[in-house]
């Protein structure tokens, strides 16, 4: 019986060729986009999830409250916490402490420096608690002595060719001799917050850097792990009180006194925007990206499924009378509904094994934007098995449920004496609904990828502040000793392209570093500020406006101790309208000397201009100088005379040097993979409305053949048919106008005000949205219209 019912479905669908391929081409394209963002869904959604115990793991966060900015969660804390926590609350069973180095040279016995990516510094037990598993070495021993390094396996055959010639070796790390290299260890995979490439003992941290060992440096990142079954949240409510315990804060300071709670490590890649400093989170991602995909990939396949019940809807009148005779020939309900659900199952069976081809094809170029791997595997993957086969029966379902349960209820005489007065209405009630639900969705997609993309160009193409163009920066690792600086500069100014050169901290001007400051007044004004390493003629270079006193210079003998720059920022923030000649009490890094603001330089943004300016001030302070920028005249044959002048001062060191502007671009890559994302899925949905449009129009103006070609014999001209056919749309779609244009205006308005620096969403975006909208309706009407109203007349009368 079921295989008589799939005949029947299959002969009907060879039938109603132009239909069944416009249904197919649909829903093939609405499953094909949702199974890739589907796919890029569950990528985001499955970091981390390769540690044993995940869901018992967590990283500290404090949620400081500075002076004159506002509140902060930091993910760095101070190195005593972790083993502090394990020993106070037996809700928590183990610790890690992790220090991230982005880049590490690593000299070989034989001379040669390899710069290494991902190294960190780690207690004994990371392999335990985080799963990393050795190849090679012991994972109880491999990070307990002073100077053990564990390479991953892709790290140990880049610097030594194999693992077995990589084991034992005896390396320098940073100019530091007598590392040893006692494990090699799997691969990190893709899908993690924190990717391995080598790991160093921790105590060899501790014995490196003893400032480590303060309860008043914030360093590390670290990482809990809980018993079985424990309210985390609870436990957050106990870790001040405990704190304050280990500092010496005065009664009435303990209330600013900083938080800490506990992040669930599920929670870091997602879920962590709102921390400003974090040790590393690589490739983060963010929850409302998912969100907003997997909203976009559920209103993609509803419209593909809206295009097969409108055309079925559309198809009612014929499809009733074949239900009548059905009925008088002796079928029962059921076996009409088997009917219909057997050629819905077809249509999206087929649909889907294409969907399957196209996403095959696509996902190369889908993946390459993204910069992930993503790939389909049928086997291993349960959305690609399970997930296919209950989305196959849903959308058979969903698409089939119209003509299978609403069709099947008429009396079989009133529909064959052509009483369709009912189901024509009804039927075309519905259907006005099926199409302004997709014109309020074409609509909100148009208005919302206008609006985002007008928002993220005014972001990108904001004045920095400085000019990045033509500059490039040099990581300097180590290699900072005066001497050396001052003739790398001036072997590099001799090249008539190289326009200037200056050390600092970073390309921004400004370190990793901020600190609380304290003005030298007598009301003892306190200011958490950023701060910045810089070299005398840092701010000529990248070409930042210095508006009220002087840059540092060497014809004052005491910038180098006593003088400071400040930002416009931070002048704001205390109120100073004359900053010049204020002074503030000694910073960190020296306690003896007082410093007097001698310049003010004009905002800029040196940190993500998704968030606000911040305080900054800035030294001359050549131990903490870690990069070299450059400015050229053009970037032509340049870059190897540069090398020849780094190799000279840094012989057998590697150059390590980008452009700041593909800097710049890198930190805003994810911005622009997810606009063009957008972009593409919106046009999706506009080509399955568009298939949808199309056939149901063809199948409306069928119905009106005969009305047309009377029309037309009594000189009714093309264009007032294309009129009276189009109005009806035009209505619906300035219905759908109305009520989709404030939702989106509402859910973009709300996205747009997360961002530091916002643009208004203006009227033209209204315009284009609806425009647009209209122009892809117009055009499939007029097409329809104007082939009907050019066929023969005579044809069109006798066509029933």
Known sequence: MLVNYFKVAFRNLLRQKEYSIINILGLTIGIAAFIMIMLYVQYELGFDKNIPNNENIYRCVELQYPEGIDDQHVAVTMS???????????????????????????????????????????????????????????????????KNIVLSERAAKKIFGSIDNAMNQIITIFGYEGFKVSGIMENSPKTTHFPFEALISMTTGENLFPWWDSWGSNSLATYVKLQDNVDYKKLNKKLKPFLLKYREIPDDEQERFFDLYLQPLKDIHLKSSHIKFQILNFNQGNINTVYIFSIIALLIIIIACVNYINIAIARSMKQAREVGMRKVMGATKRSLIYRFLSESFILTFISVVLSILLVELLLPFFSDILNIELQIDLINNWMLNIGLLVLLFIISIMAGAYPAFYLTRFQPIKVLKGNLGELEIKSGVMSKILVVFQFIVSIALIFSIIALNKQINFVLNKDLGYNPDNVYNISLQNNNDSDDLKQLKENLLQNPNIVGAAVCSNYNGVAGTQGGVMVDDTANTALMMRYGYVDYNFFDVMEMQIIAGRNFSKSYSLDKENSVIINEATANTLGWENPLDKVFEPFYMDTLHKRKVIGVVKDYHYFSLRTKIEPAVYFIYPEEFRNLVVRVKNTENITQYIEESWQKIFPGKPLEMNLVNEILEK???????????????????????????????????????????????????????????????????????????????????????????????????????????????????????YKAANSNPIDSIKCE
């Open 80 to 146: 005593p916490l972790g083993q502090t926590l394990v020993e106070n609350f037996p809700e928590i069973t183990d610790m890690v402490r992790l220090w991230f180095v982005w880049k590490m040279p690593i000299m070989t016995a034989k001379g040669e420096v390899i710069n290494q990516d991902f190294v960190s510094f780690a207690d004994s037990n990371v392999f335990n608690m985080f799963g990393v598993k050795l190849i090679s070495g012991d994972e109880k021993t491999a990070l307990v002595n002073p």
């Open 667 to 785: 930190n805003y890559r994810g911005e622009r993979r997810m606009m063009e994302l957008f972009g593409y899925f919106t046009i999706l949905s506009l080509i399955i409305c568009s298939l949808g449009l199309y056939g149901l129009t063809s199948l409306l103006i069928q119905q009106k053949r005969k009305e047309i070609g009377i029309r037309k014999v009594l000189g009714s001209p093309v264009s007032h048919l294309v009129f009276l056919l189009a109005k009806n749309f035009l209505i619906l779609i300035i219905v759908a106008a109305a009520i989709s244009l404030p939702l989106a205006w509402y859910f973009m308005n709300d996205l747009i005000n997360g961002f530091a620096y916002r643009t208004e969403i203006s009227w033209y975006i209204y315009v284009i949205a609806l425009l647009s909208t209209l122009i892809i309706a117009m055009l499939t009407i007029i097409y329809h219209t």
